[in-house]
């Protein structure tokens, strides 16, 4: 026996925002640029191509402050830098002495290109815990089609390397698509020997470039998606010397990688948190950038404690997530931890907050969605069979 | 001595899966529970004719390097499904007394 019996509740008790009836506000997404010194032809943000002569907005220091103070009364205990590009902030050792002075640790997601040595000390010392990377191909010629600029391989390369360097190993995030496929592992090879701690696989949205990819056939369907998932997780993952993930939903996950000792639990945690964007709007997260109905308030006009508390749109989600999620997420038996994997994904495609999530929509379509995971309406005929059934021989 | 032999709740279904884990779900609410092969290998003798100490012997008797605590985590996970409603128990008291279903 290598654990003790567990039985895990997808429901749990959440912590209240002080004075409030809303959960605790746990996490703030600051999107600190509009720009981004990549092209990406899968990003579901598509900021703006930033160059030396072209500028764009970048979240004010003096106003990050002040979100800072509004949301710690409601129980914020940590944030996650990203972007655009997080790095590319003109700001952003300011940033990191009012994370440090705020006593937050924080997180961050970046193409690495822009992370000098001295940045990378810095970053660690203000208090960051945890740092994605992203690389999409094992050579410069996979990752720069991916990523639209020339040199940006050996220079994220260089500033995996500096974050190592100061302390941190980052953990790597490849995109899939038809391009690199077949890069896989030799990606997780070249993330072993720059010292990374694990890799990620995502998943394209359709969301912005992420859907004129797709559109463009560029993408995998979700046959090679599910395929490719289970060889990372049950082949590549035996023989990697760092950890794996796979961002497949929840339903395609095995149970001992979502419960398990160090398992993933999967559960969405949408629930407390809210996206900033970087001219200061409060938004659902960064699809604030496309669609203006999930943008909530502006930082600085609008308290911070009446957008999370009063926002209609929120109040939502937080009465009818995961009950009145609809399509195949209203019959998943996983919907209790997972929320339908992307509020912001299923609204952006269908303008409704309980349409079902892209990915498994097309998996049920083509037959394979897993039966196990849903709540199927011969549920009451497996319920009667009698107990000796399911007894254990011996 | 009441001696508590707990029962699954009829309605639930369990779910197993090929890596031994199981989804617990209640078809009328949706709600789901994940268990892990121990707690699958327990839910399967929850049947009102086991009492914890039964389990914990028959764990014992399947499964290598049990530990010496394993009743207490049985008594917890149990007390832990009888808390959500996935098991009540029999109470029998002694020979000759009626039984009693409570959940
Ligand atoms: S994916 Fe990231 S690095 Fe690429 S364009 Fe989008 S924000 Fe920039
Ligand atoms: S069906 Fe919906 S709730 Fe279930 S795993 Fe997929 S996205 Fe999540």
Same mark, same amino acid.
């Given at each position: 026996?290598?654990? $003790? ?59 990050? %402050? ?16 990203? $972007? ?10 300011? !940033? ?82 038809? %391009? ?19 890799? *990620? ?8 470039? $992420? ?51 160090? $398992? ?39 308290? !911070? ?62 037959? !394979?969605?897993?039966?196990?995971? *849903? ?20 | 001595? &009441? ?49 914890? &100490? &039964? ?8 499964? &290598? ?39």
């Amino acid at each position: 026996m290598t654990s $003790g019996p567990r039985c895990h509740d997808a429901a749990r008790e959440e912590p209240r925002a002080a004075g409030s009836s809303a959960p605790a506000l746990r996490s703030l997404y600051f999107y600190l640029t509009q720009g981004c010194n990549l092209r990406c032809r899968h990003c579901w943000l598509a900021p703006q191509f930033q160059t030396a002569a072209k500028q764009y907005a970048a979240l004010p220091p003096d106003l990050f %402050r002040r979100i800072l103070g509004e949301a710690k009364p409601l129980g914020l205990s940590g944030v996650k830098l990203t $972007g655009g590009e997080p790095l590319l902030h003109p700001d952003i050792g300011a !940033l990191l002495e009012i994370l440090q002075d705020e006593q937050l640790r924080f997180s961050m997601e970046t193409n690495g290109v822009l992370c000098t040595p001295e940045l990378a000390r810095d970053l660690v010392r203000s208090g960051m815990h945890h740092v994605s990377v992203s690389l999409d191909g094992a050579d410069a010629q996979t990752h720069e089609w991916v990523r639209g600029v020339e040199g940006c391989f050996e220079a994220a390369l260089r500033g995996v390397r500096n974050l190592v360097a100061a302390g941190i190993r980052p953990q790597i995030i490849m995109s899939l698509m038809r %391009r690199n496929a077949g890069q896989v592992e030799p990606l997780v090879r070249l993330a072993e020997s720059l010292g990374a701690s694990s890799v *990620k696989f995502n998943l394209v949205q359709p969301t912005a470039r $992420g859907e004129k990819l797709r559109d463009s056939g560029e993408g995998l369907d979700v046959g090679e998606m599910i395929g490719l998932g289970r060889r990372i997780e049950n082949d590549l993952a035996r023989t990697a010397k760092i950890r794996l993930f796979y961002s497949h939903p929840v339903a395609f996950r095995p149970l001992g990688r979502i419960f398990g000792e160090n $398992g993933d639990c999967g559960v969405c945690g949408i629930r407390g948190v809210l996206g900033v964007l970087a001219d200061g709007s409060y938004a659902l997260c960064g699809i604030g950038e496309h669609v203006p109905e999930l943008v909530f308030g502006q930082a600085g006009r609008d308290g !911070l404690a009446e957008v999370w508390g009063g926002n209609p749109v929120l109040r939502q989600i937080r009465e009818g997530m995961p009950r009145r999620l609809e399509g195949v997420c209203g019959e998943c038996l996983m919907k209790g931890v997972c929320f339908g994997s992307c509020i912001a994904q299923n609204y952006y495609r269908s303008r409704s907050l309980w349409a079902p999530f892209w990915f498994c929509e097309e998996a049920e379509k083509a037959g !394979l969605f897993p039966g196990s995971r *849903k709540a199927a309406t011969d549920a009451r005929q497996e319920r009667n069979r009698p107990m000796t059934d399911c007894q254990c021989a011996g | 001595m &009441d001696v508590k032999k707990p029962i699954a709740n009829p309605l639930i279904v369990l779910r197993e899966e090929f890596d031994d884990w199981a989804i617990l779900f209640d078809p009328d609410t949706g709600n789901a529970f994940g268990l892990n092969p121990t707690g699958v290998f327990i839910w399967k003798l929850l049947d009102g004719r086991h009492n914890p &100490d &039964d389990i914990v012997n028959r764990l014992r008797e399947e499964a &290598d390097n049990v530990p010496e605590d394993a009743g207490e985590h049985a008594r917890r996970f149990i007390a832990s499904l009888e808390q959500q409603g996935l098991v009540g128990y029999e109470i029998e008291q002694g020979p000759g007394a009626g039984t009693g279903v409570r959940g």
